[in-house]
């Protein structure tokens, strides 16, 4: 639906959607999928030349740039949280991560966290979703989820196959939740602590699933920043698109488009990436 608006028409309606409404304090999240040059009409692709001029506005900023794991203690209150912080996700486990996007991340010094769909990785890309509407690209093999870890980079669960959680039994639910868990400790030797619900599928009862399991933050698709105290199990964030323009990036930055993007889903009905 957006993707039919000019960028200056689209950033106009979200201020009007936010009329009134003040940029809230808090960890802002953002949301990658793939970094890659091949699919320019997938809007979770972000070219390579984008995402390397978004982390250049993101140092430009002065914004600091955090660890999703390293920020757990100040969303509990047992810290400070530093001013506009920001943390970087990317779902799924493409290699593009890897080979487009970590040189970026490396340039200057920012933390990830990438969410594994733990049974695809090494494979060609199974994810259905995308090889249907974008075709199949390879996704990260475990020898570079190794590497991503060695450089400081956190990784976490993602499920093992990206079914959505609400719609599964609690048995299959704690198979997804549970499984990759498993794998990830098992094939990168650290036990994940940060899991991220497939296509923003969740309810109380896979939430508690995830809790138990042992996992000690979740992310949701759902926007806006987190403040102390925030459900550390249902954290907001932001996607970052194929379309957005450098502007569009600095405007979600400061919560130009939260009011937006919540009046779509609730008009949508589903919480989904």
Known sequence: MTRALTPRLRRGIARLAGLGRRPAPGLRVLTYHRVNDAHPRDRLSVTTRSFAAQ???????????VALGDALPALRGEAALP?????????????????????????????????????????????????????????????????????????????????????????????????????????????????????????????RIVGEAGFEAACTV???PNAPGADLLALRRTEVAGDDTLEDFLFKLDGGFDAWHALAQRASGRRRG
């Open 55 to 65: 982390m250049q506005a993101l140092a430009d900023s002065g914004r600091p740039v």
């Open 222 to 224: 759902r926007p806006g």
């Open 83 to 207: 001013p506009r912080a920001v943390a970087l996700t990317f779902d799924d486990g493409y290699a593009d991560n890897h080979a487009e996007a970590l040189p970026a991340l490396d340039r200057h010094g920012f933390k990830a966290s990438f969410f594994l769909v733990t049974g695809a990785v090494g494979t060609a890309g199974t994810i259905e979703r995308y090889a249907a509407c974008c075709g199949a690209d390879r996704m990260l093999g475990w020898d570079e989820v190794r590497d991503l870890h060695a450089r400081g980079h956190a990784i976490g669960g993602h499920g093992r196959r990206h079914r959505e959680l609400a719609s599964l039994t609690a048995d299959e639910v704690r198979d997804e939740v549970g499984g990759s868990l498993r794998d990830i400790e098992e094939r990168v030797g650290e036990r994940p602590r940060l899991f991220c619900y497939p296509r923003g599928s969740v309810d109380a009862a896979a939430r």
